[in-house]
């Protein structure tokens, strides 16, 4: 009986072993059988005739049938495969750039404002064919959007939400034909993507079919319009190619003239037509110092009626005044205060005499830094006009230099005036910067003397404009250039150095000029034209911030006249 168990229980072993040795052959078998089918790594580049030559076009790991006719080059390995493929194409667009770049180097100033005119009017010509295509194209399936405007717009009016649309529109692709021109629908401006004969347009439901093709339409004509300008910028750039380069220096070198440094640089300053220095203050710390350090008994001192003006001082030296200079100085005075960011076009100002400005306060007062206490009778100019000039002096030192009309004439070699208008500080100095640079044919030459920062320094806060677009100029020969090189020091700058600082400002510049030629607005500027200010509205000073402190002077002021009589006021300088 036992024994007979035992047998049972052998058998039953044996059988089972049996089984797991049938099963491990079938799995072994059908691996094997996958193995063998599995495709061979072959890792290789896939080859056809690119613009005349043969190139590489795709990478892969193994054979595929759809590429059995073309040329392939094999690998050792996939990893082999993919960097000469992709390394290969990156070095070739590395390569591609520096030679961009190198050949951009190579062109002048004027070559490079023409290359980016004649690049941007062939945009304007693909955009122009561009946006006729589409106003043909929604005339052409005018049936077709109709249909899909009256859809959505029933279907809003029925109160479904758009993420309902979008789903319901889903479906209905497969029946609706019109639905399936659908690409995207913009639930913020009502606007939806449509793919008409494969271009895609973007119309608003809110409108009709021809009033959408009219947007196209009115397009195609602010860009004709911009071709037109960009085409008359062409002609004015190649007019200024025409003219005969100016010598820089001699024997082809190029020699950076250094002006003598004065103590005067960094306030607004003149000197009059009767030869007199006038000094003015730029914000609150430069009318604290011009006042400590540099205004003397003998000198005479401008302050406009209303406050945010300069401290202005003619440095008389002991002699008299001709009434020419008080002009001078009174137009200096109100151009440069708050009356011209105002928009003002004249304004009345006083002078006194240097003892006559103090900082010592009424009893119980306090002055602020930048506000002046003037006791006694002062002597008024009505009506002053504002007005100011831009000139470049190239007799005695090579400078740009700035203040009343008159005297800027009587030193100046070439002159250009300005007066409350409509472009920013930064806009002019540019523009100012661009005329020179065009009219002596020598960007190189001005961007030494009469850079838009060193320009922006003689032009008041505030909106500006030109009286004239040419400068005017003396009759007078201008100096020679062996005399420039005579009078001042000068240092040889490398080609390379230059082209380094010139070239990033002049990239800007010819943008800026291009555009404002054709009509287009510089965005988020101008740049702040550049994130807020510019570099040289920063050396400029801060001259708002001083115009606000000074307006807040005003009550200090009035309380000052009641205590101490009509004969005291606190001037707001």
């Known amino acids: 009986m036992v024994e007979a168990e035992v047998e049972a229980v052998v058998e039953a ?5 049996a089984e797991i040795k049938a099963e491990a ?3 072994a078998g059908a691996e094997a059988s996958a193995e063998a089918g599995a495709p061979k790594l072959k890792p290789h580049h896939v080859k056809k005739e690119i613009n005349g030559k043969v190139e590489a076009f795709d990478v892969v790991p193994f054979d595929l049938v759809r590429y059995s006719d073309y040329e392939k080059e094999y690998f050792d390995s996939f990893n082999t495969a993919l960097d000469e493929f992709f390394g290969k194409k990156a070095l070739e667009q590395v390569e591609d750039e520096k030679q961009a770049v190198k050949k951009e180097k190579t062109l002048g100033v004027y070559e490079r404002r023409l290359l980016q005119q004649e690049e941007a009017i062939v945009k304007f010509e693909k955009d122009i064919e561009k946006s006729n295509a589409l106003a043909e194209a929604i005339y052409a399936n005018y049936q077709t959007i109709e249909e899909l405007f009256s859809v959505l717009n029933g279907a809003r009016a029925k109160g479904y939400s758009w993420d309902e649309i979008r789903s319901i ?4 692709k497969k029946t609706l034909p019109s639905a399936q021109k659908i690409v ?6 009502a606007t939806i993507q449509v793919d008409l004969d494969g271009l895609k347009a973007n119309l608003d439901i809110r409108k009709t079919v021809p009033q959408n093709a009219q947007e196209y339409y009115e397009k195609v004509k602010k860009l004709s319009k911009k071709k037109e300008g960009a085409i008359r910028a062409i002609e004015n750039t190649k007019k200024a190619m025409e003219k005969k380069p100016a ?7 190029r020699v950076l003239a250094r002006r003598k440094k004065h103590w005067f640089d960094r306030f607004r300053w003149f000197v009059s037509s009767d030869g007199f220095l006038v000094v003015g203050g730029r914000d609150a710390d430069t009318n604290e110092d011009i006042f400590k350090k540099y205004m003397e008994k003998r000198d005479i001192v401008f302050h406009t009626q209303t406050p945010g003006a300069p401290l202005t001082v003619i440095k008389t030296g002991g002699k008299e005044v001709p009434e020419t200079t008080l002009q001078e100085t009174a137009q200096f005075a109100v151009s440069y205060s708050s009356l011209w960011k105002a928009g003002h076009f004249s304004g009345d100002c006083y002078w006194i005499k240097s003892e006559q400005v103090t900082k010592t306060p009424e009893s119980g007062e306090y002055l602020k830094k930048g506000a002046f206490v003037i006791r006694g009778e002062r002597n008024y100019f009505k009506d002053v006009p504002l007005g100011i000039a831009v000139g470049l002096e190239l007799k005695g030192e090579t400078r ?3 203040g009343p009309a008159s005297a800027v004439k009587k030193h100046g070699d070439y002159i250009l005036e300005a007066v409350p208008g409509k472009f920013n500080q930064n806009d002019i100095s540019k523009k100012i910067y661009r005329i020179y640079a065009d009219e002596l044919n020598d960007p190189r030459f001005v961007k030494q003397i009469a850079s838009p920062d060193q320009v922006a320094m003689m032009v008041p806060p505030g909106e500006s404009d030109l009286k004239k677009q040419k400068p005017e100029k003396k009759a007078e020969k201008v100096r020679s250039e062996t005399e420039v090189e005579a009078g001042f020091e000068s240092e040889v700058e490398s080609e390379a150095e230059f082209e380094a600082e010139f070239e990033a400002e002049v990239k800007g510049e010819t943008e800026a000029e291009f555009e404002a030629e054709i009509g287009v607005e510089a965005e988020g500027e101008t740049e702040g ?3 807020g200010e510019t570099e040289c509205e920063n050396e400029c000073g801060d001259e708002g911030e001083n115009e606000d402190e000074l307006e807040g002077e005003t009550e200090g002021e009035t309380e ?6 009509n004969n005291s006021r606190e001037a707001d300088v």
Do not use: F, H
């Open 400 to 402: 740009v230099i700035g």
């Open 169 to 172: 529109l889903k479906q209905a």
């Open 560 to 565: 000052v006249e009641t205590e101490a009589g």
């Open 13 to 17: 072993e044996v059988e089972s072993i």
């Open 529 to 531: 034209e550049t994130e």
């Open 25 to 27: 052959e079938s799995v």
């Open 247 to 253: 010598k820089a220096a001699k024997g082809g070198r």
């Open 184 to 189: 995207n629908i913009d639930a913020k401006t």
